[in-house]
């Protein structure tokens, strides 16, 4: 029983509907891999109590040959930036600490109509603010691949690290993450899990707790390509509640078995700009290993241009700083949320709870977005990053015309020491971690990250694939192609 939780949704779903296996042992033993992995610290709320009611009526479904759909039973976690009804949703954060949402995101709710079993909500950095999961108020959640170990522990990526880890120790199938600029495939890359950052608009951003409303997007973290496909099918499609869905029809992905799929005259893309100054020599063998495999199976394999790369991170930090100064403007104490104990004025009581309520990080990007946005500073900054963002977009635009995928890095190295990941600051730490994701969140594009092997110290390292909008089909049958091939070693070397 023990080895379901390492197969994939397919081979689970069909266990439960020939009753080799019930819904119930399987949340129970998936409830008991979240105690076991607890060392680990992915999970900020087990929903222990939930998830065995979920079990219970799943089965009965199951008995009478009722299944929801292939999810039902399955158990999952989801990040806790994103609101699920009557469970606290806290962002990882003092401000949140205590917040228990009225609703399901959209995502969440999906998810549940397929019969999809919650077992838990997993840690972040605080409101998804950082690149290591490592500024939660709950601590650091760490890496279960622990390399050649001799001091401290790994970073798990973020700010989906406890997303990544809760599908990497398998104790779940699958995690819901955020992707503002890296947060999913980020963590999938350093915890060796694929990691789907879909097109801007296609799955909803309702009740997913802001952080750049123009660049954040529900994010899946699953141990195969076909695990993630089938919680695509599930959440994708337009949302009339959410303003930023796109208003047009999904249709579900089919992917054929991987001996069945052809790269043959696909063109791909190598961008020279994303060969930069950090990237190690194990990712840079990788990735041209990669490229190679792909020409010898047929794909037309060139180099191309992508020039305001360069620029992206700068313009990035500029308006994500100017989102979040917007964003975090509803946390005063009065509606919702940590409320100080200052009654002498209103401007007091606003002061101290949001200097209590947040974390240095979050403090620092208000405090620099709000520059930003001085009238005096707006052009200057603001409306010039928006003119960059333009210019990155039409990068991406114009790649297009050349080739139907881009191939690149995801990290720029194997997953860092949680002691030299902290001797950075948040800012520059994200510059460097965010390097090869940010820019898709800036053009809107979809991207997956897929592991491929392992470094010399035993980490994973992963390869990031990009599409134009819409192109998720053929991105992920790319991915699962690539998939096969490399046969990425789950399970070894960790725990």
């Given amino acids: 029983?023990?080895?379901?939780?390492?197969?994939?949704?397919?081979?689970?779903?069909?266990?439960?509907?020939?009753?080799?296996?019930?819904?119930?042992?399987?949340?129970?033993?998936?409830?008991?891999?979240?105690?076991?992995?607890?060392?680990?610290?992915?999970?900020?709320?087990?929903?222990?109590?939930?998830?065995?009611?979920?079990?219970?009526?799943?089965?009965?479904?199951?008995?009478?040959?009722?299944?929801?759909?292939?999810?039902?039973?399955?158990?999952?976690?989801?990040?806790?930036?994103?609101?699920?009804?009557?469970i606290r949703t806290t962002c990882a954060s003092k401000m949140l600490e205590n917040f228990i949402p009225t609703y399901n995101a959209t995502v969440c709710q999906r998810l549940f109509d397929a019969g999809a079993v919650l077992i838990g909500k997993t840690n972040l950095d605080q409101f998804a603010m950082g690149s290591g999961t490592v500024d939660s108020i709950y601590g650091p959640t760490k890496n279960v691949w622990i390399g050649n170990l001799k001091e401290g522990f790994y970073i798990s990526g973020g700010s989906s690290g406890g997303s990544a880890v809760a599908v990497a120790t398998g104790t779940c199938f699958a995690a819901i993450g955020s992707d503002t600029g890296g947060s999913t495939r980020?963590?999938?890359?350093?915890?060796?899990?694929?990691?789907?950052?879909?097109?801007?608009g296609l799955v909803s951003r309702l009740g997913l707790i802001p952080l750049v409303n123009s660049m954040d997007v529900p994010g899946i973290l699953t141990r195969t390509v076909d695990d993630c496909v089938i919680?695509?099918?599930?959440?994708?499609?337009?949302?009339?509640k959410d303003s930023t869905s796109v208003n047009r029809p999904f249709k579900k992905i089919r992917l054929p078995p991987a001996n069945k799929l052809s790269i043959k005259n696909l063109k791909i893309g190598i961008p020279l700009e994303y060969h930069c100054d950090s990237l190690s020599s194990e990712v840079l063998d990788t990735w041209n290993d990669i490229a190679q495999l792909l020409e010898k199976e047929g794909a037309i394999v060139k180099k191309v241009s992508m020039p305001h790369t360069q620029y992206s991170i700068v313009c990035y930090s500029i308006l994500n700083q100017c989102e979040v100064s917007s964003n975090m403007a509803r946390y005063d104490g009065i509606e919702f949320g940590f409320r100080a104990n200052e009654e002498s004025s209103t401007e007091k009581l606003y002061a101290e709870t949001?200097?209590?309520?947040?974390?240095?990080?979050?403090?620092?990007?208000?405090?620099?977005?709000?520059?930003?946005?001085?009238?005096?500073?707006?052009?200057?900054?603001?409306?010039?990053?928006?003119?960059?963002?333009?210019?990155?977009?039409?990068?991406?635009?114009?790649?297009?015309?050349?080739?139907?995928?881009?191939?690149?890095?995801?990290?720029?190295?194997?997953?860092?020491?949680?002691?030299?990941?902290?001797?950075?600051?948040?800012?520059?730490?994200?510059?460097?971690?965010?390097?090869?994701?940010?820019?898709?969140?800036?053009?809107?594009?979809?991207?997956?990250?897929?592991?491929?092997?392992?470094?010399?110290?035993?980490?994973?390292?992963?390869?990031?694939?990009?599409?134009?909008?819409?192109?998720?089909?053929?991105?992920?049958?790319?991915?699962?192609?690539?998939?096969?091939?490399?046969?990425?070693?789950?399970?070894?070397?960790?725990?």
């Fill in 1 to 86: 029983m023990d080895k379901v939780l390492y197969g994939n949704i397919k081979m689970t779903s069909r266990l439960l509907v020939e009753g080799s296996i019930n819904t119930i042992d399987l949340i129970n033993l998936s409830l008991k891999k979240a105690v076991e992995n607890k060392k680990y610290n992915p999970f900020i709320t087990v929903t222990q109590s939930e998830a065995l009611q979920h079990s219970e009526d799943s089965c009965k479904r199951y008995i009478s040959k009722g299944a929801k759909s292939e999810l039902d039973g399955i158990p999952i976690a989801i990040k806790d930036n994103f609101c699920t009804r009557n």
């Fill in 186 to 200: 980020n963590p999938a890359s350093y915890c060796g899990v694929v990691g789907l950052k879909p097109t801007y």
């Fill in 231 to 240: 919680v695509l099918n599930t959440i994708a499609g337009f949302d009339p």
């Fill in 354 to 495: 949001r200097k209590i309520g947040f974390n240095e990080v979050v403090r620092n990007r208000i405090i620099a977005g709000n520059y930003f946005l001085l009238s005096r500073n707006y052009d200057k900054y603001f409306t010039k990053a928006m003119k960059v963002r333009r210019l990155i977009a039409n990068d991406f635009d114009n790649v297009w015309n050349e080739v139907q995928m881009l191939l690149t890095p995801t990290t720029l190295g194997d997953a860092p020491l949680y002691k030299d990941f902290i001797s950075k600051n948040n800012r520059d730490q994200c510059a460097l971690q965010d390097y090869c994701t940010q820019p898709v969140n800036m053009a809107g594009v979809p991207a997956v990250s897929i592991p491929i092997k392992l470094s010399q110290k035993g980490l994973p390292l992963s390869l990031q694939l990009i599409g134009r909008n819409f192109s998720e089909p053929m991105l992920l049958a790319l991915a699962k192609y690539i998939e096969n091939i490399v046969q990425f070693p789950h399970f070894v070397n960790k725990f």
